[in-house]
């Protein structure tokens, strides 16, 4: 189990406080992305939204945006939580150095560290 965080040249202990604190926060991250979804799929409000929102393409791509993003971020929300529980969290898939805290803080899901984020978006 990744117990472990860098910061600077310093490691330090990635607590049992810290770990049931990001793991409610990926909880969390799971219920309200499953309650978007169904919010998504499900029907409007009234016939004459439905007919008004069935005009407005726009409003439909943005609709099916979200619902995709938000599919993509359960997944990824959903995975963590699987590392989580196989004890590879907050191991970096790329160089397999331990994920900062403070990266895992904010994005509870990451599964890569900062630098490697940065590598693979600049190859996009």
Same mark, same amino acid.
């Given at each position: ?10 490691? /330090? *202990?990635?607590? @049992? ?9 990926? *909880? ?5 992305? $499953?309650? !978007?979804? =169904?919010?998504?799929? +499900? ?9 008004? &929102?069935? !005009? %407005? @393409?726009?409003?439909? &791509? ?7 993003? %938000? ?6 929300? &959903?995975?963590?939580?699987? $590392?989580?529980?196989?004890? /590879?969290? +907050?191991? =970096? ?20 560290? @900062?630098?490697?984020? !940065? ?6």
């Amino acid at each position: 189990m990744v117990n472990h965080r860098t910061i600077g040249r310093r490691r /330090t *202990h990635l607590s @049992a406080e810290d770990l049931a604190a990001l793991r409610e926060n990926l *909880h969390e991250q799971r219920l309200f992305r $499953r309650e !978007q979804l =169904c919010r998504l799929a +499900g029907p409007a409000g009234s016939r004459a939204e439905e007919r008004r &929102e069935q !005009q %407005a @393409a726009a409003q439909i &791509e943005v609709r099916v945006q979200l619902a995709a993003s %938000a599919r993509m971020v359960l997944a990824d929300v &959903e995975e963590a939580l699987r $590392r989580m529980d196989q004890g /590879t969290y +907050g191991t =970096c898939h790329l160089c397999r150095q331990v994920i900062a805290l403070d990266r895992l803080t904010i994005v509870p899901q990451a599964r890569y560290c @900062a630098r490697c984020q !940065q590598v693979k978006e600049a190859v996009r």
